[in-house]
């Protein structure tokens, strides 16, 4: 079992504004004018020091925090109202997801959304006409019936080659992760499928916060071979 040892200071819960963020305008390479989370309504906001680190005690994988001198704030929306706020492009995210975001030495070296089912494979269409076609693709599979007809229909159209129906066997292949590298920043987009519901989630990660090892989860990028190709692109 994974324990997670963090060593952060909560410093708030909420600020109450009526504003929104378009978070298709953040740019990734530039310092960013922090009042533009700040002058929303965030559920959680958290001062980080240090970076992760992973070693193994006792037969488990222990994850802990390390100060060396790494200073990041990490900000959360959690629930449906400080959802809400936020869009990409006037894509809606889903409310019920959680929308995260860390600035590290001074600009967004992280963020994760999760766009609303509804929206189909909107997401996709912003990205591609901002990034140009995905750096790589890679594929999944699932129970076609997970995924209705319409959505079928434009998986088939939008990535020809990556969709594979097999009624005869009642599956079908489609691209589950697309990856894009740019200006020393990493999208990864992710069509996660559940039940008669295909998400898409958005992560956007530094090359600078996976080398320093600043963000929960990629700590070990080095040793990902899904990410650890992009390192030293």
Not at 12 to 24: K, M, P, V
Not at 70 to 97: A, C, H, W
């Amino acid at each position: 079992m994974k324990k997670f040892f963090l060593s952060v200071i909560i410093v708030s819960l909420s600020s109450c504004t009526s504003q929104s963020l378009d978070l298709s305008t953040i740019d990734f390479n530039n310092p960013i004018n922090v009042s533009a989370l700040e002058n929303l309504k965030v559920y959680r906001k958290e001062n980080q020091k240090g970076h992760y680190k992973i070693k193994k005690e006792n037969n488990e994988f222990i994850f802990e925090l390390v100060d060396g001198g790494e200073r990041v704030t990490n900000y959360s929306f959690t629930t449906p109202e400080t959802i809400s706020q936020l869009n990409y492009k006037g894509i809606q995210l889903d409310p019920n997801s959680d929308a995260k975001f860390s600035i590290y030495e001074n600009k967004i070296a992280y963020m994760h959304i999760t766009a609303d089912f509804k929206t189909r494979l909107k997401l996709f269409d912003v990205l591609k006409n901002k990034l140009g076609s995905p750096t790589e693709i890679t594929t999944g599979k699932t129970n076609l019936s997970y995924i209705d007809v319409k959505m079928q229909k434009l998986f088939l159209e939008k990535f020809p080659n990556e969709t594979k129906l097999n009624t005869d066997d009642g599956y079908i292949s489609f691209p589950e992760k697309l990856r894009w590298i740019k200006d020393d920043i990493l999208y990864i987009l992710s069509f996660n499928v559940f039940e008669n519901a295909v998400e898409s989630d958005l992560i956007v990660i530094s090359k600078k916060a996976l080398n320093d090892k600043i963000i929960a989860g990629y700590q070990n990028s080095e040793n990902d071979s899904l990410i650890k190709k992009y390192l030293n692109k």
